[in-house]
């Protein structure tokens, strides 16, 4: 069974910086692609990051330049690292992976960035 755990959210200042982190288990990490989604209060959920298992990464233009994906594949732990936050990257982010025809999803941490 995957299970994955999001930690690192919080509140913080227009400008400021956060890392997200996401510990994986039940799952040959280092395999598979990893993803963060966010989801803005009365929005649908977004991809902000992408980590492909060769360790390439992608980013829509709304974050491009101020977010960074990693990741540790001997700890099984996937990083956001947010900079430059602004209100608008105000949501609920949420680790992801894909793995035999289904998508699993951490529980989510809260990140609320004040104006």
């Known amino acids: 069974q995957v299970h994955l755990v999001e930690s690192g959210g919080g509140l913080v200042q227009a400008g400021g910086s956060l890392r997200l982190d996401c510990v994986a288990s039940?799952?040959?990490?280092?395999?598979?692609?990893m993803d963060w989604y966010r989801q803005p209060p009365g929005k649908q959920r977004e991809l902000v990051a992408t980590i492909t298992y060769g360790g390439n990464t992608n980013y829509p233009d709304s974050v491009k330049g101020r977010f960074t994906i990693s990741r540790d594949n001997a700890k099984k732990m996937v990083y956001l690292q947010m900079n430059s936050l602004k209100p608008e990257d105000t949501a609920v982010y949420y680790c992801h992976t894909y793995r035999d025809f289904r998508n699993y999803w951490g529980q989510g941490t809260q990140v609320t960035v004040s104006s």
């Open positions: 039940g799952i040959i990490f280092s395999a598979y692609q």
